[in-house]
């Protein structure tokens, strides 16, 4: 059968507007033209904010005293496994030579972005997770310089765990900074900070445009766009699993969009009763935002087997997709377009999310499709070189002035040509187009 939508989206999920455009640019000039200065009269005025942008040792051992210990122990939980999976990526990079032909060799080398921006949200929720994500995985990569920013809160400054996280994950420099004004500090090497080479972490949707607008003087991790979530799940799911972590991903934002599909109209029109009872349920804040999600954005779909679920998976590729169904060996055989999988009811989105190790900084509006998350490979630049003996460049010199002058390219040709009559006098090449 085709596919059956038992809920299906009102609205879709757009990131960025016109007018969000033209307020992003207007800061970012204001910014490179007036610097430091206009710098914090943006973070006046948006942060509500005038003390001094860049913590002092002395302020952050004062937030750091401020954490309790049981949470200074769950962020350095988290902050553990995050390392050490890191690690493991850094691992999979290496540099290496080959010899392509006698006397010809090339090689690669892994070389980290020297400095490092990585924007940690400190609004209504105080994102300690981002500070884990982006730092560590930043560290371990080995760029030089690490700055964390967030926003601070008016007379407080960044909040104490905030801090923590990134100074435990090895943030050089912590920026009281929020906002567009924090990107742009970050990125003008305002405040005698380093020029970040690449702006990483999670924003609202002025921090997302200011990261558009940047793209190209400086990387990024990704644009993106309001989170997404998606499980799979088949006639062994358990209904009440699958609807809390639907409402635990809906409750991101009003635009975030949930979906189930499944290959049982029993656990859908399950699922769909409980989801608005656990909304229902939720403190104001998190309620309102997953009340208009599920409303406006969520869907259900019912899909005639396995395969046909899977194919569905692939073309929305979720940020997150979860599998809660029988055999998920052939699911992750199976699925290719996903920021992050989590396959069984025993792992969960949150804990991906929070304290799993893999990285939460991933892609969103079906982004998935052809890029991957945050990770060590983000701050790495993977170059390449070579070298030669005179006789190991003979053939290449040779194939090279053919294919320039068949390409109309005739000083590429010629710098070939030099390097066959200063090497090879007296011999006779063929370095004609027609061979």
């Not at 080479?197 to 766009?225: S, T, W, Y």
């Not at 991903?249 to 029109?269: C, I, K, M």
């Amino acid at each position: 059968m085709a596919r059956e939508y038992l809920k299906k989206a009102t609205l879709t999920a757009k990131s960025g507007s016109s007018d969000v455009h033209e307020t992003v640019k207007t800061i970012l000039k204001d910014i490179e033209a007036g610097g430091d200065a206009a710098a914090l009269e943006y973070a006046a005025k948006f942060d509500k904010y005038e003390g001094a942008p860049l913590m002092s040792e002395d302020d952050i051992a004062e937030a750091c005293a401020k954490v309790p210990q049981k949470l200074k122990d769950d962020i350095r939980f988290a902050y553990d496994n995050v390392r050490r999976f890191a690690e493991l990526q850094r691992g999979t990079v290496h540099d290496f030579e080959t010899e392509i032909v006698p006397g010809f060799v090339t090689g690669q080398k892994a070389i980290p972005v020297d400095a490092a921006g990585c924007y940690v949200p400190g609004g209504r929720y105080s994102h300690v997770a981002s500070a884990i994500m982006t730092v560590t995985t930043a560290k371990v990569a080995g760029c030089r310089h690490i700055t964390a920013c967030s926003p601070p809160h008016p007379g407080e400054g960044v909040a104490p765990a905030i801090v923590y996280a990134a100074h435990t994950c090895g943030a050089d420099r912590i920026l009281a900074m929020g906002g567009v004004q924090g990107v742009a500090a970050m990125t003008f090497g305002l405040f005698g900070l380093p020029k970040a080479n690449i702006l990483v972490g999670p924003g609202n949707q002025f921090v997302a445009e200011a990261k558009r607008i940047l793209f190209g003087r400086v990387g990024i991790d990704m644009i993106a766009g309001p989170t997404d979530s998606l499980i799979l799940a088949d006639e062994t799911a358990d209904a009440h699993i699958v609807a809390t972590d639907l409402v635990s991903q809906a409750e991101h934002g009003y635009n975030s969009p949930v979906w189930l599909v499944t290959d049982n109209r029993e656990l859908a029109e399950m699922v769909m009763t409980m989801v608005p009872e656990l909304i229902e349920d939720l403190p104001d804040v998190n309620r309102e935002n997953a009340t208009a999600a599920w409303r406006d954005y969520a869907e259900v779909i019912l899909c005639s087997d396995r395969e046909e679920m899977a194919a569905t998976s692939d073309e929305y590729a979720p940020e997150h997709l979860t599998v809660q169904a029988a055999d998920p060996d052939w699911w992750l055989s199976r699925l290719t377009c996903y920021g992050s999988l989590f396959l069984g009811e025993e792992t969960t989105v949150s804990y991906g999310d929070k304290a799993a190790g893999t990285n939460h900084v991933l892609p969103t509006s079906r982004a998935a499709s052809y890029t991957g998350g945050l990770s060590v490979h983000k701050y790495m630049k993977i170059v390449t070189w070579q070298r030669a003996t005179r006789e190991g460049s003979k053939a290449v010199a040779q194939a090279t002035a053919r294919i320039s002058r068949l390409e109309g390219m005739e000083g590429h040709a010629r710098a070939a040509d030099a390097r066959l009559a200063k090497y090879f006098p007296g011999e006779n090449f063929d370095l004609s187009a027609k061979g």
